[in-house]
């Protein structure tokens, strides 16, 4: 009976820390029409029997006959500045799934999508199952930045966070740190290089430079939140920097906007003790509560 009470204790763990489709990161809005995934539906049958079928929401990448094909063009454009962005996006189930993104499409089973040398700017991205395409939304894509995403079939394609590119450097040592950090699944922070997170020497000088050039709590929150859109913290860190701070109005606020940037968030409670009054304390465990 003991046995069967441990392996049950264990089973429930599991259940209970496992990344949970839909609960991290921006949902982005699927703009495949309504008539787009009906004929999809109602012809995924019609293209077994008939392999040449290029119908509404299918690509068919076997028709090779381009009967218009335009000659060698001999105007080539080198070194043309047009941006340099990167995307990174994880389908986690098992399917026969493909990713166009710009001028660029994969297909493969391992689940990971990496496109690599995009042009900074709006880009359409489509996601197909077994040819058929079943999610298209437009993404933002910034110049020298990583857009990491995850899709799920039932729950949609989900932006987690954004990288910034600094000479070649991935600013990890696992390729699923990127993905497992949103959901709280990277483990012991002493063990595991967080992407993007300040060692503790960059912090100091990082927090000597706001005492510097800042004097007050409305200068020292914008000069954080500057940061903070290409950093992420520990819990401890964001704790100093919430109690220097004057007013614990000014401390909430902070400590509320910089939770999704904290990445260690089981330690949140730490950053608690940066407050003057016990109801702030309260006021921050009840958001933290709830998020």
């Avoid at 599991?14 to 995934?37: D, M, T, Y």
């Avoid at 001028?103 to 493969?108: R, S, T, Y």
């Amino acid at each position: 009976m003991k046995k069967i009470f441990t392996i049950c204790s264990i089973l429930s763990g599991l259940l209970f820390f496992a990344q949970e489709a839909g609960k991290a990161g921006e949902l982005l809005k699927n703009e495949v029409s309504k008539r787009e995934i009906e004929s999809t539906t109602s012809k995924k049958q019609d293209s077994r029997n008939n392999n040449s079928d290029n119908t509404s929401g299918f690509r068919n990448s076997n028709n090779q006959n381009n009967t218009n094909k335009k000659p060698a063009n001999s105007n080539y454009q080198w070194n043309n500045n047009y941006g340099y962005a990167e995307v990174f996006l994880r389908i986690p189930e098992q399917g026969n799934f493909s990713v166009e993104l710009a001028d660029q499409l994969i297909a493969n089973n391992s689940g990971k999508y990496r496109f690599f040398d995009l042009p900074a700017g709006r880009i359409l991205i489509s996601i197909y199952e077994n040819g058929f395409l079943m999610y298209r939304t437009t993404l933002n894509v910034r110049n020298n930045s990583r857009l990491v995403l995850d899709f799920f079939t039932d729950e949609g394609l989900y932006l987690l966070d954004s990288y910034p590119l600094q000479n070649g450097y991935y600013g990890f040592n696992d390729w699923n740190d990127i993905w497992n950090n949103p959901y709280g699944n990277s483990g012991n922070i002493g063990n595991i290089n967080y992407p993007n997170v300040m060692d503790n020497q960059t912090f100091q000088q990082f927090l000597s430079t706001m005492k510097e050039d800042a004097w007050f709590d409305d200068k020292k929150i914008t000069f954080i939140n500057q940061q903070g859109r290409h950093a992420m913290f520990t819990s401890e860190q964001i704790s100093v920097l919430v109690k220097d701070l004057s007013f614990d109005k000014n401390k909430i606020a902070l400590a509320k906007s910089l939770f999704a940037k904290c990445v260690d968030k089981q330690k949140y409670f730490v950053v608690g003790d940066a407050f003057d009054f016990e109801s702030s304390r309260r006021d921050l465990m009840d958001f933290v509560s709830k998020n």
